[in-house]
């Protein structure tokens, strides 16, 4: 079975700081990692991906992730965080062989604090 | 694109009522998602469909849980009876097919509350 872990409830960082919301998974073969963003009241939104390739990936709002096949990480970072980033971020793992089904983390609440 | 439609946005009910969300999914896309959201569980797939076809439903949590797809535009998660546990936001997704590693889109979701 295909997991994430989210091991911090909560990320406060101070405006203008360097971000990352930590994320490993587990998964069998070769892991397809997404990152969303849930604002309050609405839908998740879609940040970025890693699927091959590099393992740096840059996605929407100046966000990026770290793909470490060896620790099984795919750390999101921002290099200055903004008040308005402040929302609840999802890791997500599909295996590339059933790839229609994704596995959400718990989430994690970012806090950017002006 | 309109993106995501559900409704509706909000919906109280008593215990043993029946309840009916319903799902307009992104025009073109070939993959629906039927999602549960909790505090206590987090984000929870409960279906998926496949060119209207349901695919997968392991994660329907009992049978008072129905999900139909009729057609490309349009699907339903049934409640009946409900009970207060089923209270949480209900997401709909949708993706292309295509691409193996395509994203979900999600709608804003249904906030049910089951008194």
């Known amino acids: 079975a295909q997991s994430v872990a989210q091991p911090e409830d909560q990320v406060n960082v101070a405006e203008g700081n360097p971000l990352t919301v930590k994320c490993t998974y587990s998964?069998?073969?070769?892991?397809?990692l997404f990152w969303y963003v849930q604002y309050p009241n609405r839908g998740l939104q879609f940040l970025l991906k890693?699927?091959?390739?590099?393992?740096l990936v840059k996605g929407s709002y100046g966000f990026e992730a770290e793909f470490n096949k060896s620790q099984t990480s795919f750390h999101l970072k921002k290099p200055s965080a903004l008040v308005s980033d402040s929302a609840l971020y999802f890791c997500?793992?599909?295996?590339?062989?059933?790839?229609?089904?994704?596995?959400f983390g718990i989430g994690t609440k970012l806090q950017v604090i002006p | 694109d309109a993106g995501v439609i559900q409704s509706p946005r909000h919906e109280v009910t008593e215990m043993g009522q029946e309840v009916t969300l319903r799902c307009k999914p992104i025009?073109?896309?070939?993959?629906l998602f039927w999602y549960r959201q909790t505090m206590m569980r987090g984000l929870e797939l409960l279906i998926y469909f496949n060119n209207n076809v349901p695919i997968d439903d392991s994660g329907m949590p009992e049978d008072r849980f129905s999900a139909k797809m009729p057609n490309a535009s349009f699907s339903t998660l049934k409640i009946q009876p409900s009970e207060p546990r089923d209270s949480a936001v209900y997401f709909c997704a949708s993706r292309q097919a295509g691409g193996r590693g395509n994203e979900q889109f999600f709608g804003p979701g249904t906030r049910l509350t089951v008194l």
């Open positions: 890693y699927i091959t390739g590099d393992n």
């Open positions: 997500a793992v599909a295996n590339s062989g059933g790839y229609q089904k994704v596995t």
């Open positions: 998964v069998s073969g070769n892991p397809y």
């Open positions: 025009s073109g896309h070939d993959y």
